[in-house]
């Protein structure tokens, strides 16, 4: 049996690839997560005997050692971290207490059986892009954001673990996901929720700034392919889609896909943190699922009509 860590698991990506793979009998999945922003309701728990969970801390050592010397892991899903813009702007003291959870697990890792670690990144780690569509071998590494500083030390990291030790990797850098079980104050859900309200969408600025957005299936899809099929070893993919749409536009779309009253609030831009643009190159990740991305539209239809979003 391949056993798995998946720390940060209770979290809405997170815990779909926990989900994902404890669906195969073959794997024995751990998830790890301090519940600080994640919660097991978005984990069945009693539904896999494959599947089990343990409250957290990965920045600790003391705490996450005690996990490793518990279970013999082949692979490590690394997704825990402090993250949405507004939370990472006002708690950066806590964004830079993930680099000490990044050194544990690497260093775990190095010494324990571990294969491969995977790691969540983050398009942040482009700043404001020198190219569109931004690709992976473009990183100017000219924001000053805690939260992108952070998932660069962490790709740095990896990659200086294998160089060094040997230890593989693979590294996603997820774009704007989106699905039922988000949390509330990501862009998506937040519009979703104030307009089955009928209550203002509120969007910083003129609204123009562009982001993409990819439904949690083909996310989840792209990396478990990945993983089963040892593809990307020791390399970088975007995750995301790419069809780009204004954040001015997404409101007008869901106030459509929702039959809305609500109305559309300009509110003063962001000092920092908004970006212009996102636009990924995803030529790799398209490889790997060899299908179409599922539409916004129909995210945003799925996102709706599932229990799961209303009691987020």
Avoid at 195 to 200: V, Y
Wanted: hydrophobic content about 40%.
């Amino acid at each position: 049996m391949t056993s798995i860590l998946v720390t940060g698991g209770a979290g809405f990506i997170a815990s779909e690839v926990a989900i994902k793979l404890a669906q195969n009998p073959d794997n024995h999945v751990v998830v790890v997560d301090n519940l600080l922003t994640g919660s097991t309701k978005k984990l069945p728990l009693d539904g896999y005997d494959n599947l089990h969970f343990i409250k957290c801390d990965v920045n600790y050592m003391e705490d996450i050692s005690g996990v490793f010397y518990a279970y013999n892991f082949d692979y490590v899903f690394h997704y825990a971290a402090l993250v949405g813009v507004q939370r990472t702007l006002n708690n950066p003291v806590s964004v830079l207490d993930d680099i000490q959870g990044i050194k544990n697990i690497l260093k775990l890792s190095k010494n324990s059986r571990v294969k491969r670690v995977y790691y969540s990144s983050s398009s942040e780690v482009y700043g404001e892009p020198v190219e569109i569509p931004q690709n992976e071998q473009t990183t100017p590494l000219n924001s000053k954001l805690p939260y992108a500083i952070v998932k660069n030390i962490g790709e740095a990291s990896l990659r200086s673990y294998y160089q060094e030790f040997g230890l593989e990797f693979t590294i996603f850098r997820f774009f704007n996901t989106f699905g039922p079980k988000q949390s509330p104050d990501f862009v998506i859900s937040k519009f979703i929720k104030l307009a089955l309200k009928n209550k203002d969408i509120t969007v910083y600025g003129d609204g123009l700034q562009t982001r993409t957005f990819c439904y949690i299936d083909d996310n989840v899809d792209a990396c478990l392919k990945a993983f089963y099929e040892d593809q990307f070893v020791n390399d970088v993919l975007n995750i995301g889609s790419d069809i780009e749409i204004t954040i001015l536009d997404l409101a007008k779309l869901i106030i459509e896909v929702t039959k809305s009253d609500s109305r559309i609030i300009h509110l003063p831009p962001l000092e920092e943190g908004d970006m212009k643009r996102r636009l990924p190159d995803n030529t790799k990740m398209m490889t790997l699922l060899d299908r179409p991305l599922i539409s916004l539209e129909e995210g945003l239809k799925r996102v709706i009509s599932m229990p799961e979003f209303i009691m987020n």
